[in-house]
C-alpha cells in the first residue's frame, strides 16, 4: 500500500489539488447568498487577501503615473490653453443659454411628477474615485478603485462617469472596491430606449461588448438610438446615458430574439476617474433646484418680454394682409376664439338676434311672437 | 576529483531559485497583469502568470512543485478576477504539473520546444478554462473563440522567449 502511494505520489497530489478546487467551486456555485456576490461570503475573504497583496503596489503605479502625468500637462504641455479656455467660455456660455431654455420645462415636469407621486431618483451625492488597476483580464471587465468602506461605499453602488453609466460596485473591501463594469459577462441593467420608449434588459458578453437580447424584431429601433438607465433595476438612476445602438442583427440561438449591440457611452476600456453615486433622492439638491429656479425665471422674462406689446414698439407694424409665415398665437390669445361668420338670412335662431337672458322673463311670450292672443281666457277645470 | 554519475535529465539539469526570486517574479507578473491593462487595455489578452507558471515548473522539473506553484499563481489570478475562484487554479495547476513532467524528459532550453510548449500549453489553458465553464459551472453561453485564442497563444509565446531567456539568469544548479 505504502509503495502505491509513493509511485503515485505526483498524479495524486494533482488530484487532491484538483478535487479541492472543484469542491470550492461547487461550494460558490451552490451559495449565492446574495445576488451581487454570486460567489458567496467565503470567496469575499480570498478576494481581500488578494486585492490587499496587489493594491498597494498598485496605488503606487496609479499614483506615480498619475503624478508624471499631471506634471506634464499641467507644466510642461500648455500649448494651445488658452485658445481652448477661450472656446471653452464660449461653450459655457451657450450651455447657459440652453439651460435656461430648458429649465423651465424641468420645474414643470418636476411638478407634475411630484402631482402624479412618480417617484424619480435625482442624484444626491457622489465620491469620486480612481482606477488602479484591473482584473488582468480579459475574460472578466472588473476594475479596482481607490475608495472603500472607508469612503461609505457599499456593494451595488451605480458607479457613473459624466459621459453616462459605467458599472456598479461589487466587493467593497476597507480602502479598495471592484467595480464590476457593464461590459462583464455578469453585469446587466435595466435600460430604456429614448425615442421609441422600450424597455429592456442589457448584459455583458465574455467578448467584453455590451448587448440587449431580450427584444423581438421591431422596424422602430435603429441603429444610432440612445439608450438610457430606466430605474427599473432600483440600482442606476433613472435617464443616465448607456450608450447608443451600433447594430441590430437576429440572434440565431434565441429565436425571435435580437441581438443588438450598444457603443457604450463611456469609454470603458480608458477609464481613469469615475463617480460613485451614494445617495440618491426624490428632490433635486437645494442649489440646483434654485438655479434651475432662477433660470426658469430669466426664460419666463424673456417670453414675457417678447410677448407684450409695449416692449414692441419701436419695431415695425406687420402688415395683416401679408402671408401668415409667423409663428401661431400663444395659446391664451384671443385670436384663437373662433368668430362666425354672419348669416345671409337672419332668423330668431341667428347669432344677437336673442335678447340677454337678464330681459327675459319665465313663462312670458317672446317678443318677437307674432302669434295672436287668445280672444277669452282658457277655461281651467274648477273643483265641484 | 570527485566524479558525478547521472542517471536521468532531471538529475542532470534540475534547477532551483532564491526565494526572493521564486516569490517575486510570479507576484511581479500578476501585478503587471492587473496593472498594464489599465494603460493599454490590449494587453489583457497576454497571461504573464501562465509564463510564470511554465517557467517555474519546467525549470524545477519536479511534478508535485509544478502543480502547486500553478494552483497558488491561478488562485490569486482567480480572485483578482469576477470569475469563480478555482478556474484558473485548476488549469494552471494542470499545466505547473504537465510541464514539470515535460521537462524531466526533454530539453526544454532548445527554443524551439520553449516555442512549441508555451503555444501548447497556452491553447490548453484556454481549453481546459472553456471546458470547467462549460461543463462544470454550466455556462452554457460561453464560447471559445478559436482564433481569438490562436492569437492570445501566439502573443504568449512571443513573449514567452525573450522573457524565459532573461529569466535564465535567476537559476541556481543544484
Given at each position: ?50 486585492v ?48 435656461a431654455?430648458?429649465?423651465?420645462d ?20 457622489t ?16 476594475l ?26 461589487r ?7 471592484q ?8 453585469s ?21 461588448a ?41 440572434d ?45 425665471q ?9 410677448r ?11 402688415d395683416?394682409?401679408?402671408?401668415s ?6 395659446d ?9 361668420k ?22 312670458a ?15 281651467t277645470?274648477?273643483?265641484? | ?36 491593462p ?5 494587453f ?53 504539473f504537465i ?14 520546444l ?6 501548447g ?10 471546458a ?29 522567449v ?13
Open positions: 500500500m505504502e509503495s502505491f502511494f509513493v509511485r503515485f505520489k505526483n498524479p495524486l497530489v494533482l488530484i487532491a489539488l484538483l478535487l479541492v478546487q472543484a469542491i470550492a467551486l461547487a461550494t460558490q456555485v451552490r451559495r449565492p447568498e446574495d445576488p451581487l456576490r454570486p460567489d458567496g461570503q467565503h470567496a469575499r475573504l480570498v478576494r481581500l487577501w488578494a490587499s497583496l496587489v493594491a498597494p503596489f498598485e496605488r503606487l503605479s496609479a499614483f506615480s503615473g498619475h503624478g508624471v502625468r499631471g506634471a506634464w500637462s499641467d507644466y510642461i504641455d500648455l500649448r494651445h490653453v488658452r485658445q481652448q479656455n477661450e472656446d471653452l467660455k464660449k461653450q459655457l456660455d451657450q450651455l447657459h443659454l440652453e439651460r431654455a430648458i429649465s423651465e424641468a420645474v414643470e415636469g418636476q411638478r407634475l411628477r411630484g402631482l402624479l407621486d412618480f417617484k424619480q431618483h435625482y442624484i444626491q451625492s465620491v469620486a474615485a480612481q482606477v488602479i488597476g484591473t482584473s488582468g483580464s480579459d475574460q472578466s471587465r472588473l479596482i478603485l481607490d475608495k472603500g468602506a472607508d469612503a461609505h461605499l457599499v456593494p451595488g453602488m451605480p458607479v457613473i462617469t459624466p459621459d453616462g453609466a459605467v458599472g456598479k460596485l466587493d467593497v473591501f476597507p480602502t479598495t472596491s467595480l464590476l463594469l457593464l461590459s462583464d459577462p455578469t446587466g441593467a435595466g435600460v430604456l430606449l429614448q425615442s421609441t420608449r422600450i424597455r429592456a434588459i442589457l448584459r455583458g458578453t465574455s467578448q467584453g455590451i448587448i440587449i437580447n431580450n427584444l423581438t424584431p421591431d422596424d422602430r429601433i435603429k441603429p444610432g438610438e440612445k439608450v438610457l438607465t430606466s430605474g427599473g433595476d432600483m440600482v442606476f438612476p433613472r435617464g443616465l446615458a448607456v450608450g447608443t445602438i451600433e447594430s441590430i442583427k437576429p440565431p440561438e434565441h429565436q425571435p430574439y435580437t441581438t443588438i449591440v450598444l457603443k457604450p457611452a463611456a469609454n470603458l476600456n480608458r477609464l481613469e476617474e469615475v463617480l460613485i453615486v451614494t445617495s440618491t433622492g426624490n428632490r433635486l439638491d437645494p442649489l440646483t433646484e434654485q438655479e434651475l429656479a432662477k433660470d426658469a430669466i426664460h419666463a422674462a424673456d417670453v414675457s418680454a417678447e407684450l406689446p409695449s416692449m414692441h414698439e419701436g419695431k415695425p407694424e406687420a395683416p394682409n401679408a402671408p409665415d409667423a409663428m401661431p398665437p400663444p391664451n390669445s384671443t385670436q384663437l376664439v373662433p368668430k362666425p354672419p348669416a345671409l338670412h337672419p332668423d330668431r335662431y341667428s347669432t344677437g338676434s336673442a335678447p340677454p337672458a337678464t330681459d327675459l322673463t319665465p313663462g311670450p317672446r317678443p318677437s311672437q307674432q302669434t295672436a292672443p287668445p280672444a277669452t281666457p282658457p277655461e277645470e274648477k273643483p265641484q | 576529483m570527485p566524479t558525478h554519475s547521472y542517471t536521468s535529465r532531471r538529475e542532470l539539469e534540475e534547477y532551483r531559485f532564491s526565494p526572493v526570486v521564486a516569490l517575486a517574479v510570479p507576484l511581479l507578473f500578476i501585478l503587471l497583469q492587473a496593472y498594464i489599465k494603460i493599454i487595455p490590449r489583457a489578452i497576454l497571461d504573464l502568470p501562465l509564463l510564470a507558471v511554465i517557467f517555474f515548473a519546467v525549470a524545477r522539473r519536479n511534478p508535485i512543485y509544478g502543480a502547486l506553484t500553478g494552483a497558488a499563481i491561478g488562485l490569486v489570478q482567480d480572485a483578482l478576477t469576477g470569475q469563480y475562484i478555482g478556474i484558473n487554479g485548476m488549469a494552471k495547476a494542470v499545466i505547473g510541464a514539470s513532467s515535460i521537462g524531466v524528459q526533454v530539453d526544454v532550453e532548445n527554443i524551439v520553449r516555442i512549441l510548449m508555451n503555444f500549453f497556452s491553447l490548453l489553458q484556454s481549453a481546459m478554462i472553456f470547467i465553464n462549460k461543463v462544470m459551472l454550466g455556462q452554457h453561453e460561453t464560447r471559445l473563440l478559436w482564433l481569438h485564442e490562436l492569437i492570445r497563444a501566439g502573443l504568449n509565446t512571443a513573449v514567452a525573450p522573457l524565459f531567456l532573461f529569466l535564465d539568469r535567476f537559476k541556481q544548479r543544484d
